[in-house]
């Protein structure tokens, strides 16, 4: 087959194309097959115009002169080169939502495949986005769930909300993979004897105030506790919400916070290792169940153990043992307190962190490996061609 990927941005700090779709095209080259990723690099400029290949995908980045229109038309030309069997639309919004509404509307097409690994519309207000244009992007993401030959979805959530819009349509639940690759070493435990609790926040998980009361409960059952957050809020102010409920009711607690921001790829083996254990918090609402947290899978395989809300796929990453899952909706007091008895289980028996490790890696590696995945969405191609 000749397939070609539709790209809704670049290779930066977004993770879908880096972290689900280049892969799942790596291994459908494997397996025999021609793949295509064709890039709006709005995000990552300086890629503009230039192209190349890994491990058999080309990337193709356009140019963006000209804005929205030219871009896309770009884009399109692409479709007449490689002259694809199947083109794959990755997220129905903006330049790929484009390519896919111009593309279906033509008489012979390639068959169209939608990918949705997100609920789009659950971002609006975070993404601050004006009435116009969510609106537009509200039909632009409902319009693609309609218009596809057939959808992947990243998450059980988003497969039940596809079949909602359109009962007939093929859809193949397709949650993001693992690799050998991101396996890594099972660090020192307690960094040093200091009980580090690793959050990676974008503080929309919970609300900043939940969080504060978390971190209160937890810091005053274990007071050497650290909390060390990587990442920084995607809403202005609510870092400091956080801090203010931290400084009024828990200045101790407050204090044995550290800020790290945005951590590079290749700097995240080392804040693993440093990680007694790592938290995973999230509101039962669609914006978290939509999703499929690669960063989870990630921490689980690189040695931390995770505690974390049985939310969406997390729920499912976690299963079988792979992390310590607390109810959705628990209180602030009761994650903490999960998280309290698993750190003490730690602390009682270190050797413990490797067999937790080991669980989750054995279990991740089986249902979750890039080849097993490749060869389901290789069979639903089949089906719709």
Known sequence: MKLL???????????????????????????????????????????????????GVTLINVTLGGGVPLTVRRMLAQVEQVQPDLVHIVKPRAHAGLVQWRLWKRRNRPRLVLDVDDWEQAWDDINDYGRVTARFLAWQEEWGIRHADGVTAASRWLEARVKTYTPETPVLYLP???????????????????????????????????LAACWFSLHEKIPNARLIVAGAALIQGREAIFQQAMAEHAPDAARAVEWRGFVPRD??????????????????????????????????LHGAP???????????????????????????????????????????????????????????????????????LEAFYDRLL
């Not at 607390?326 to 007091?333: D, E, I, R």
Request: proline letters at 8%; aromatic letters at 8%; one cysteine or more.
């Open 5 to 55: 990927y539709m790209a809704p941005f670049g290779l930066g700090k977004k993770t879908s194309i880096w972290a689900r779709t280049l892969p799942l095209a790596r291994e459908l080259v494997a397996r025999g097959h021609q793949a295509t990723i064709v890039i709006p690099p709005w995000d990552t400029p300086e890629d503009a115009g230039h192209a190349w290949e890994e491990d």
């Open 176 to 210: 993001n993979g693992v690799t050998k690759e991101e396996i890594g070493e099972i660090g020192d435990w307690g960094g040093g004897g200091e009980t580090r609790v690793l959050l990676f926040s974008r503080f929309v998980e919970v609300e900043p105030d939940w």
């Open 267 to 300: 700097q995240l083996p080392a804040l693993y290792r440093e990680a007694t254990v790592a938290i995973f918090p999230a509101a039962p609402v669609p914006l978290q169940e939509a999703k499929c947290s690669v960063r989870l899978a990630t921490t689980l």
């Open 306 to 376: 995770v505690v974390a809300s049985a939310v969406g796929e997390q729920a499912h990453y976690g299963a079988e043992g792979a992390a310590t899952l607390v109810p959705p909706g628990a209180s602030p007091q009761a994650f903490a307190a999960a998280t309290t008895q698993l750190i003490r289980r730690l602390q009682a028996d270190p050797s413990l962190r490797t067999v937790i490790t080991t669980q989750a890696r054995d279990r991740l590696a089986r249902v979750y490996n890039w080849p097993r995945l490749a060869a389901q």
